[in-house]
């Protein structure tokens, strides 16, 4: 609790709540800070999420000097100063995008003494006369946020990260921590070796987000699927929609404007202005979707993006963590919606057989692929294959993903494996899933009759299933490595792996997809995507987010820097109604009970409950 004995015994936990308005720390947190305190590097790998930030933002206010934090994401270093400024932190940045006075004024402040955080992009740090300006000031500590962006493995290289090893070499006494979500031992090993951090204390906390609830459903039309998932479950929230193509951005960006949503397009294709609006539009009001490639996202730390929907498959389960990790930053819950079909692994195979990759890159990526389609077909617990993914045990079913929830059901399907793969023998293993299935109903389409397919032993064997269940079965086949596609045309060929099926020897069983997309019981529905507000707390959610609309549009910052919405759900949970109640709450440090403690009093007291005496 609040006792001042704690301030005096404890001074790291006291910043904490004083500047912060958190009652613990969170996982590894303390144990990283303690060790840079005592002038120790420190790797520190958390989800996105976990409050990697916290760990180089508690130094800066308990040690005498500056601490610079180096990060590639120019675009969000205002937001995260303006969020640090409202918590009485002494922060600022140093980018491209300041005019030469502004930089001039905040080296001044920083000479000053006057600054406890600087936020660097590594190609500013990296300038010979920003590493003078560095050395003329104490530095006791240097953060290198994104540090998987030096890595060649991951998906977010930054060359200019490599030159990053000059830190060790200019300024060999000052502590280093390199914090990152990306867990892959490729990247952790780049890490330690390119940003020469041999000697750091490595700390990997658990990569398990509890709150995000995983759902994967097997496309047939995607829109639809897409607009039935955000009525049942997201009405107002902001998420981010994810395509493969920039041309599908568009669309979808549309299409959601069309059903009534605010949504907005992100790809590289647009250009630096409309992509920057974009963003800060999703970052500052609330309820916008964006609709991006896989361009948009690193380093968003919006806590209240309550959903993300992937409508094409992603490369690899390590860039999926990594896109569904933006939601639910706040610890409330989140969705991860996933629709996929055989077309999509039709997509990615055709481009990595098609790219240049050299030969190791590309069995990298295929197998990427791979454990990426095992995910999506797993009729398991799918936290628990994500989390063995990175090498974390997890042993028991998660009970908050589409597999716990409703048992995925199975069938014998080696019949129908069996009349699919001879279909595609039979037809020359030169034709596309669509085709293949004309012939597998006996239809007869012009093509059928211009090839003469008719003829075919195989032509009307499977009319026993209809065409969503032949997709589905195609789509299993792909997966499972038993037919591959051709690189040209994409027709499907047999592999080896068919032998035993043909033959009767391997029996195959399928999973069942649910039919339709996806029920959701109303009794789940507010745990598992939207807060929990009760109705007669509603009005009260509104005035406050009204509150909180107008304090960020009067000084220019997004909403969630006032506050998050987990400080919003705590004041209708506890109603506060005074000043010591409201500095509990979930981050109201003193700054923010200073400056809207009294107006958030005073709705609260305009809400409280009849018989309370106020
Ligand atoms: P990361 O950079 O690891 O993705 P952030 O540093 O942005 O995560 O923190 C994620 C969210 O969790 C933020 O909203 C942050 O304020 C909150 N948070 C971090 N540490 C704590 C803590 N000890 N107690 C409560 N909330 C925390
Ligand atoms: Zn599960």
């Given at each position: 609790m609040h006792d001042s004995s704690h301030h005096s015994v404890d001074p790291v936990l006291a910043v904490l709540r004083q500047y912060f308005g958190f009652e613990a720390f969170r996982g590894f947190q303390r144990e990283v800070i303690d060790h840079l305190l005592a002038g120790q590097d420190a790797i520190a790998l958390m989800p996105?999420?976990?409050?990697?930030s916290l760990c180089y933002q508690i130094p800066a206010l308990l040690l005498p000097g500056m601490v610079v934090v180096i990060s590639p994401l120019i675009a969000l270093m205002q937001d995260q100063v303006a969020a640090l400024w409202q918590n009485g932190i002494r922060a600022a940045f140093l980018n491209s995008t300041q005019s030469s006075q502004e930089s001039a004024k905040v080296m001044q402040l920083a000479r000053q003494g006057a600054i406890d955080l600087l936020y660097l992009a590594p190609e500013r740090l990296l300038m010979e006369h920003s590493l003078t300006f560095l050395s003329q000031i104490p530095i006791v500590l240097f953060a290198i946020d994104e540090?998987?962006?030096?890595?060649?493995?991951?998906?977010?290289?930054?060359?200019?990260?490599?030159?990053?090893?000059v830190l060790s070499e200019r300024f060999p006494t000052v502590p280093r921590l390199a914090v990152t979500a990306t867990a892959t031992a490729l990247t952790r090993d780049d890490i330690i070796k390119y940003l020469k951090l041999q000697q750091a204390k490595l700390f990997i906390a658990s990569f398990?987000?509890?709150n995000i609830h995983y759902t994967v459903v097997a496309k047939n039309d995607p829109k639809q699927q897409l607009k039935r998932f955000l009525d049942a479950e997201h009405l107002h929230d902001a998420g981010i929609v994810y395509c493969l193509s920039r041309k599908r951005v568009e669309e979808i960006a549309e299409w959601l404007v069309q059903n009534g949503r605010r949504a907005l397009p992100y790809h590289a294709g647009l250009d630096k202005e409309t992509r920057q609006r974009n963003q800060s539009q999703f970052l500052q009001e609330e309820g916008v979707i964006i609709v991006a490639t896989i361009a948009f996202g690193m380093g968003i730390d919006k806590p209240d993006v309550r959903f993300v929907a992937h409508l094409d498959l992603p490369k690899s389960l390590e860039g999926y963590c990594q896109e569904i990790g933006r939601a639910g930053r706040d610890g409330l819950p989140a969705n991860a919606f996933l629709t996929y079909g055989y077309e999509d692994v039709i997509k990615l195979r055709r481009l990595l057989i098609n790219s240049q990759l050299t030969e190791n890159l590309a069995r990298s990526a295929r197998q990427q692929l791979d454990t990426m389609l095992a995910y999506c077909e797993t009729t398991n617990c799918r936290r628990q294959m994500l989390l063995r993914h990175f090498n974390e045990a997890y042993s028991h079913a998660?009970?908050?993903c589409d597999n716990c929830r409703a048992p995925v059901s199975t069938w014998d399907g080696s019949i129908a494996a069996q009349k699919a793969l001879s279909c595609v023998y039979r037809t020359g293993q030169r034709f596309g899933v669509e085709h293949l299935i004309d012939v597998l109903l006996g239809k007869k389409t012009e093509r059928i009759i211009a090839l003469e397919h008719m003829q075919l032993s195989t032509f009307g064997i499977g009319s026993d299933l209809d065409a969503r269940q032949w997709r589905s079965v195609f789509r299993q086949l792909i997966a499972a490595d038993l037919l591959v596609i051709e690189p040209v045309y994409g027709g499907l060929r047999l592999t080896e792996r068919c032998r035993p099926v043909l033959r009767g020897e391997q029996a195959i069983r399928f999973r069942q997809d649910a039919k339709a997309p996806i029920a959701v019981k109303k009794d789940v529905q507010a745990k598992r995507g939207?807060?929990?507000?009760?109705h007669h707390s509603k009005e009260l959610w509104q005035t406050l987010k009204k509150l909180r609309q107008d304090i960020a549009r009067q000084q220019g910052v997004p909403a969630y820097c006032i506050f998050h919405d987990a400080t919003l759900q705590e004041l209708i949970d506890k109603r506060p109604i005074t000043e010591q109640d409201l500095s509990k709450i979930y981050g109201i440090g003193s700054r923010k009970l200073k400056e809207y403690g009294a107006d958030l009093l005073r709705i609260m007291k305009q809400f409280a409950p009849d018989g309370i005496d106020v």
């Open positions: 996105t999420g976990a409050g990697k540090a998987h962006c030096v890595s060649q493995w991951g998906h977010d290289f930054r060359p200019e990260y490599l030159g990053l090893s398990d987000r509890p998660c009970g908050n939207t807060l929990s507000v009760h």
